[in-house]
């Protein structure tokens, strides 16, 4: 029975004997050589080199410097940015100046530029006095009469005083941009909008013009110095011949409009007189209207 239980014990293996001192040094070897691995590897480096940005100097600026000029009576919608640059406005604020003056189709008063973002009071204060701008745009329920505004001097070139009638139908850009208040946007689009009618039979058809919606005072002043020939016929649309493409250019007919035309000709075939197209049942009394002067089905 003591055998038994005594050889178990000498059958079992010696337990190994823990060394600190060889487990440290091991750990310390290794501790060293990624030391070195991290020293000596310099892929990263030599790949993504380290970027050297040169300090500017205080006082300088990045952009050309403008020449500064000594003060005297401008007018701000023909300015360029150099212009006001060297007026002493800052480079930014100039851009900003041209970009709002371009969007807006000019200044109107001063109080437009002393509102600019950006523009220092004391900046504005210097050149205010030398505006050749009014301090308060007019209000809304006062017109002015831009073909009889006195003008400023600038670059662009005098409008005439006392300007003669001249025809609507028959008038160029050039003509249209005699008018004040009238600048090259809104003769293109006064005339764009001539072509795709086929001709202004009477002056308030200028108050569908898109540019001139909300400026009264300007379709007052185109009324004032334009006419429309007696007798005068504008182009016409076939209503029998044109395809959709053709009739939805004429502003009075347009796409849904014309879809219904050209819909109901290919069902009940030509028309045979302008008048049928009041059996078209969507068609409305006033639209017939303005699209009557416009038709023919000959």
């Not at 209503?239 to 109901?264: C, H, W």
Request: hydrophobic share 35%; charged share 30%; proline share 8%.
């Amino acid at each position: 029975m003591l055998a038994a239980s005594v050889v178990p014990l000498l059958l079992r293996p010696e337990l190994p004997i823990y060394l600190s001192a060889a487990d440290q040094q091991g750990l310390d070897k290794l501790v060293a050589d990624l030391k070195e691995h991290r020293t000596s590897d310099n892929s990263y480096a030599s790949r993504y080199p380290k970027r050297e940005y040169k300090k500017a100097d205080r006082g300088t600026s990045r952009y050309p410097v403008v020449p500064r000029i000594r003060l005297a009576p401008f007018d701000p919608n023909a300015l360029t940015a150099e212009g006001w640059e060297a007026r002493g406005v800052p480079h930014f604020v100039a851009a900003r100046l041209v970009k709002y003056r371009t969007a807006a189709g000019g200044f109107k008063a001063k109080a437009q530029v002393k509102k600019m973002y950006g523009l220092d009071d004391s900046v504005y204060q210097r050149l205010a006095p030398f505006m050749q701008l009014p301090d308060e745009a007019p209000k809304h329920n006062e017109r002015v009469d831009y073909a009889t505004v006195s003008d400023s001097p600038g670059k662009f070139p005098r409008k005439p005083r006392n300007l003669q009638p001249f025809d609507l139908n028959t008038a160029d850009t050039t003509q249209l941009m005699q008018i004040r208040g009238i600048g090259a946007g809104r003769a293109k689009w006064v005339v764009k909008y001539r072509n795709q009618l086929g001709g202004y039979l009477r002056e308030e058809q200028l108050d569908e013009v898109f540019v001139l919606r909300d400026a009264p005072d300007l379709r007052d002043s185109l009324k004032k110095y334009t006419f429309v020939a007696p007798g005068y016929t504008p182009k016409l649309v076939n209503v029998n011949t044109a395809s959709f493409d053709e009739m939805y250019l004429q502003p009075y007919i347009g796409k849904p409009r014309a879809r219904l035309i050209v819909a109901y000709r290919n069902q009940h075939g030509p028309f045979k007189r302008v008048e049928d197209l009041k059996q078209i049942p969507i068609l409305k009394e006033e639209d017939w209207e303005k699209m009557r002067p416009y038709l023919r089905c000959e």
